[in-house]
């Protein structure tokens, strides 16, 4: 939960000083169910968060907040009220609205923005907050020169007073103006008549006709002793719209709700604000995520649907019948629709992790139907057993490796929910949506594929005659499998140790320091720019603006559009020496070529803090910063520099601790202020006060607001302040001319200094005190030792009072957590091995599999480091399915090899085994192929949805399903006969698998 509160013309230190501390301590520290409460201070900006414990109703919290917020009027009268801000989705901005036009100005623009596209804007369903970039609020401005004042001998307060009481309503309590009064009724006899009263003034022409309050002089007005304009406040940020002057608006959107269904009505109610905005161009495509979704998703239903049809195909032809292919299309549709209804009738939102997972869903799906239909085809032939008792033996045969695959996956998968942080977050809706979308097609597939196969495969099956060329492939590997199982079972062994020795080594470098998610696609560029702290909103206006120029004409680039600082309860809290351009691309634009383009050019401005990213992994980006990854010790307390200074004392006990590297303390960005400090004993003898002076200076530099006009529905503000001549360099402010309480005026030059002093940028407040970070890596030592010796030495150190400094508990949770996830890994890992022990019913064979299981990963992770690595963290529950993959296929081996023996006792293990594997060699082969084409026209037909965030899935499972047949094909049945339960008698308990009908000795076999 956010809470901003705008402070134009205050600096960090008093934004911090006046609003972010007394907000802090007084009204919102000890809310019910706060976890955490933190704070940033910048330039005009008060911005707090609170987080809330686990699993707290969010609107009764917000409640709570509202509630302590109706006290914020005990606050010092410096700002604008604070403001509780709507719980916005993680990318919250659905959409950037441009306003440009060379006949109609920017402050009329900002008036219909205000007032009437704004509000509108508001109504639309899903929308939580629409800021404004470049808004100018019109103002009525009293602008004076205190030495003009000084000539006409009038004071700054009487200016105040006569602007103030010369309109209806004032904000100032010592005016007049506070209480307007009403206007009553005339009473007869037969008729009440009320009374209201037209306030005659609506131009700067009409309000310096008034006369000064005061006056010796009494037919002196206010346009003799000032300025009358209309014109804008101070802009805290503005649009960087080209040549043409503008607005931004941008638009957010909820948590939970449709980016297309939210742009539509954005742009259904544009459609019917335009013909009032004559004369201004609106567009809306700036920034516009719902069109990436639309392209992305065309295009992935496309490479869905002809996936498909491919897998369809195949299976028609591979199993020569279009009975087969029919029945393949069905189970496979229904069982993928049927695994993203119930997700989405969950909750769960369909982004880019809930799609990756079920995509791998799907291709475990394919490969299990694969293994369905060829164990129907096997039993099917057979005349001697009903077809039902076939299909069930069939079912059987097939579905019971596929549960305990499935049960396998989700062992592996299970310490993945437990990952903290936004690591968690982005895994749990992958791991959640793969597992619920395995279990749902594995019922569908339960009740949906027997009953298909009841009428599809009704009578009896012709036999299938075996191709000459399937006859020689399986002819040859049963002649290499005698082979390798008399003299190779060294080799195999040595063979298969290496590939599993690699893939054990190759990951942990694969995985360090690896982000949650890659290069996202997307069709918008966003470059980050950064100039040094202090410059103007001028200079960056006319950067950003040539930059935007540049990328204009970089080839696929369609549209460029930005801001520079903040805007009104806005996402940003940066000073107007920071912005953002945003970079959209054409329709087929090749991002990689754009990218490269766009930093190139962006390298080429000096002086210039540049990132180009794009808005979901500034999003990520943002939310990482947040978490506690490098080990720190915080120091909290009051002044700066004491801080600093127990910091480096900090640093250097941490740089004298074993197992501690890179110690630094976290650097605090300064810019320029002009200080203004009275000098009391100057001022006693002027008589005028500290607070007369700042009052004055504040009036002059920055403005203060005496008044409304309300037009139109409408209202604005007047504003007394100086003209741009009093309020540009150090010297103005010290010939500022400060009035007397008794009469009269004096220099502020001659009772305060004004110097310019170096001042924060931002100020950062955790648990409602300053703090300041020394950060630093742990490297060879245990975490909980260097702790320890840390919390040691600090007890020894010496704090002020109001000092002292921690741990935070974020980071020791966060560590916790990880250990706790090395546990879960090695429970995980029990249960697997428990789980091979029950389906196969021996140890020496389950621990044989089990140990084997790296191999099967290993061409998964030897696919990723071929290709650079796995470039994120989600990818790697890609080896999930490959995981699923090796323990269905191992298992039908070992039931095959069962279903022999029993039929034909006498035979040598030598002799079933080869022949067990020679009859999972086509469905093996079948199922890498058809699974392997299934993500082919995803990759290549789902653009950049397909080349950046499934490629390096399929990559995986490529890989994985090669060497996941190598294990189930050639590794297993050669160490089986050597190490296995076939080396001796003693079996232990029979398969699970076969507990079910005896099917009648097969012909080949005999």
């Known amino acids: 939960m956010e809470i901003q509160t705008e402070a134009l013309g205050l600096s960090a230190v008093e934004v911090e000083q006046l609003i972010t501390s007394p907000m802090e301590a007084d009204l919102l520290n000890g809310v019910a169910w706060l976890d955490e409460i933190r704070s940033v201070s910048v330039p005009g900006l008060s911005s707090i968060e609170m987080v809330f414990e686990p699993g707290t109703d969010i609107l009764r919290a917000r409640q709570l907040v509202a509630e302590r917020l109706t006290q914020a009027f005990a606050l010092p009268n410096v700002s604008t009220p604070p403001v509780l801000m709507q719980p916005l989705s993680s990318t919250s901005r659905v959409m950037m609205v441009q306003m440009t036009s060379e006949e109609v100005s920017p402050i009329d623009m900002s008036v219909l923005a205000r007032w009437d596209i704004k509000p509108a804007l508001m109504g639309v369903p899903g929308v939580a ?9 019109q103002q009525l401005q009293v602008q004076v020169d205190p030495a003009k004042l000084r000539d006409q001998n009038v004071t700054l307060n009487q200016v105040v007073e006569t602007a103030g009481n010369a309109v209806w309503v004032s ?54 002793v000032t300025t009358l304009v209309e014109d804008h406040q101070p802009l805290i940020g503005d649009a960087v719209t080209g040549k043409t002057p503008g607005l931004l608006l941008v638009i957010e959107k909820f948590p939970d709700t449709s980016v297309a269904d939210v742009t539509k009505g954005v742009e259904e109610l544009l459609d019917g604000l335009r013909p009032g905005l004559t004369g201004i161009t609106v567009d809306s495509t700036v920034f516009r995520p719902a069109s990436f979704l639309e392209s992305a998703a065309s295009g992935l239903g496309v490479a869905l649907l002809v996936s498909l049809l491919v897998v369809t195909a195949a299976i028609g032809l591979a199993f020569r019948s279009w009975r087969y292919a029919v029945l393949a299309f069905v189970a496979i549709s229904v069982a993928a629709t049927a695994a993203a209804l119930v997700l989405q009738f969950q909750g769960a939102v369909l982004n880019t992790m809930a799609f990756a997972g079920l995509i791998l869903a799907l291709i475990v799906i394919i490969g299990d139907v694969i293994m369905d239909l060829h164990s129907f085809r096997r039993d099917a032939a057979d005349d001697k057993v009903s077809q039902g008792a076939l ?7 097939s579905r019971v490796p596929v549960l305990f695959a499935g049960l396998v996956a989700l062992l592996a998968l299970a310490p993945a929910l437990f990952v903290p942080g936004v690591d968690g977050a982005f895994f749990k809706p992958l791991v959640l949506s793969y597992l619920l979308a395995t279990a749902v097609a594995m019922l569908v597939a339960l009740t949906i594929t027997p009953a298909l196969a009841s009428l599809l495969l009704r009578g009896r099956q012709r036999p299938q005659r075996t191709s000459p060329l399937v006859q020689k492939i399986g002819e040859r590997y049963r002649r290499a499998a005698g082979a390798f199982t008399k003299t190779g079972a060294v080799l195999v062994a040595s063979v298969a140790a290496v590939l599993a020795i690699v893939a054990v080594a190759l990951v942990p470098g694969l995985t360090r320091e690896l982000p949650i998610v890659g290069s996202v696609p997307d069709r918008t560029l966003l470059v980050e720019w ?35 600082g903040r805007a009104v309860t806005s996402d940003q809290s940066s000073n107007v020496s920071a912005g953002e351009l945003w970079v959209t691309m054409k329709d087929g634009a090749n991002a990689a070529n754009v990218r490269d383009n766009v930093r190139e050019i962006v390298a080429g401005y000096p002086g210039l803090n540049a990132n180009v990213t794009t808005y979901p992994e500034q999003q990520v980006s943002a939310a990482k910063a947040l978490d506690a990854r490098q080990f720190r010790v915080r120091v909290y307390g009051v002044d700066l520099a004491i801080l600093r200074e127990k910091a480096e004392e900090i640093r250097g006990i941490l740089s004298r601790t074993a197992g501690v590297v890179n110690p630094a303390v976290e650097a605090t960005a300064e810019q320029p202020v002009a200080e203004i400090e009275v000098d009391l004993a100057k001022a006693q003898q002027e008589g005028v006060k500290p607070g007369d002076v700042r009052r004055a200076a504040a009036t002059v530099l920055q403005g203060i607001e005496v008044g409304y006009l309300f037009e139109q529905q409408k209202v604005f503000q007047v504003v007394v302040k100086g003209t741009a001549e009093t309020r540009h ?35 950062h407040h955790d648990d409602t005190s300053r703090r300041l970070d020394v950060v630093a890596d742990i490297q060879d030592r245990n975490l909980a030792d260097v702790s320890a010796e840390i919390q040691s030495a600090i007890k020894g150190m010496q704090f002020p009072i109001e000092y002292h400094a921690e741990i935070p508990k974020q980071y020791g949770e966060q560590q916790a957590a990880g250990s706790l996830i090395w546990w879960l890994a090695l429970a995980a890992a029990a249960g697997i091995l428990v789980l091979l022990l029950t389906v196969l019913g021996s140890w020496r064979l389950a621990g044989l599999v089990f140990v084997l299981l790296p191999v099967a990963l290993a061409g998964g992770i030897l696919a990723a480091w071929l290709t650079g690595g796995f470039g994120s963290l989600y990818v790697l529950v890609a080896l999930a399915a490959v995981l699923a993959f090796a323990v269905r296929d191992a298992v039908m081996l070992m039931g095959t090899y069962q279903s022999l023996q029993q039929q034909v006792p006498t035979e040598a293990p030598g002799v079933l085994m080869k022949q067990a594997a020679s009859e999972r060699l086509q469905p093996t082969v079948l199922s890498v192929v058809i699974t392997g084409l299934a993500l082919v026209p995803l990759v290549l037909l789902g653009g950049s949805v397909g080349s950046g965030m499934l490629l390096p899935l399929a990559l995986i499972v490529w890989g994985g399903l090669i060497t996941s047949a190598l294990l189930t094909l050639g590794v297993l049945p050669v160490l089986f006969l050597r190490l296995g339960p076939a080396a001796n008698t003693d079996w232990g308990s029979s398969l699970v698998i076969n507990n079910g009908p005896v099917l009648p000795e097969r012909s080949e076999l005999s």
């Open 391 to 397: 299909l069930a033996h069939g079912l059987q045969r």
């Open 530 to 564: 950064e100039a040094a702290a202090g410059t103007g909103p001028d200079v960056m206006n006319r950067l950003m603006t040539k930059a935007g120029e540049e990328l204009s004409t970089v080839e696929g680039v369609s549209k460029v559009g930005g801001h520079v």
């Open 171 to 224: 904000p100032l309590s010592f005016l007049e103006a506070s209480t307007p009064g009403t206007g009553g009724f005339l009473e007869s006899a037969n008729q009440r008549i009320g009374i209201q009263h037209v306030l005659p003034i609506r131009t700067p022409d009409d309000l310096g006709k008034v006369s000064v309050e005061g006056a010796a002089n009494k037919s002196l007005k206010l346009s003799d």
């Open 129 to 137: 907050n629409v800021s404004i970039y470049g808004h100018r609020e």
């Open 729 to 763: 360099s150090l010297t103005t402010v010290q010939d500022m001319l400060v009035d007397k309480p008794g009469g009269g005026q004096v220099r502020l030059g001659d009772v305060a200094s004004v110097r310019l002093s170096p001042n924060q940028t931002v100020i």
